[in-house]
C-alpha cells in the first residue's frame, strides 16, 4: 500500500485516508494526487543518485583495468625456437662466408617456416665482404633441425640444408 507525508504533521499515513489520524488533518483527492507525485519524484532522485553513486564507484575500477591491461601472455615456446632457429641459421652462414666478421644480418626481416616438428627453413639475406673486399648481399635458405634441450645452444642444432645466392 503506498504511503504519503501528511502536509500537516509530516507523518507518513495511508494515501486512502481522508484525514490524518495523527493530526486530524483533512486531506483532499487533489492533495493526496500531489503528495503522491511529490513522492515519485523523491524515488526517482533517489534512484538517480544512487546511479550516479555507482557510477562514480566505478570510475577508479574502470581507470585502473585501463592503466593495466590484463598481461600479455608469455611467447609461447613455439616461435621462441623459430626465432632460435633464426638465430641458429646466422651461424651457418657465417661459416660459409669469406669473411664472417663483416657479416651483416637483418634483426627481424627474416621469414620463418616450420617444416615438420622441430624442423625450420628459414629465408633472409646477410650484407658480408666477399673475396674482393666489396659488401655484397647474399640470399639464403637454410633449413635446420632443433634436436632438443637447450634451443640456444648450437651443438643441440642440425644443419639439413642450406643455399645461398648472391
Ligand atoms: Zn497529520
Not at 486531506?27 to 519524484?41: D, M, N, Q, W, Y
Not at 661459416?95 to 627453413?121: C, E, G, M, V, W
Request: proline fraction near 5%; charged fraction near 20%; include cysteine.
Amino acid at each position: 500500500m503506498a504511503s504519503i507525508n501528511c502536509p500537516e504533521c509530516r507523518k507518513k499515513i495511508s494515501n486512502t485516508a481522508k484525514h490524518c489520524p495523527n493530526c486530524g488533518y483533512l486531506i483532499s483527492l487533489e492533495e493526496v494526487a500531489k503528495l503522491e507525485a511529490e513522492a515519485k519524484r523523491f524515488e526517482s532522485k533517489i534512484a538517480y543518485i544512487g546511479l550516479v553513486i555507482v557510477l562514480l564507484l566505478l570510475i577508479p575500477f574502470v581507470k585502473y583495468q585501463l592503466n593495466n591491461p590484463a598481461p600479455t601472455p608469455t611467447q609461447p615456446k613455439e616461435t621462441k625456437t623459430s626465432t632460435m632457429a633464426f638465430i641458429q641459421c646466422k651461424e651457418f652462414v657465417k661459416r660459409q662466408l669469406h669473411s664472417p666478421a663483416t657479416a651483416n644480418f637483418p634483426l627481424l626481416d627474416y621469414a620463418s617456416r616450420k617444416d615438420d616438428i622441430n624442423t625450420y627453413s628459414i629465408k633472409s639475406y646477410v650484407d658480408a665482404q666477399n673475396g674482393f673486399g666489396a659488401t655484397v648481399r647474399t640470399n639464403y635458405t637454410c633449413k635446420v633441425q632443433f634436436l632438443g634441450g637447450s634451443d640456444s645452444a648450437i651443438k643441440n642444432w642440425t644443419l639439413i640444408d642450406l643455399s645461398l645466392t648472391n
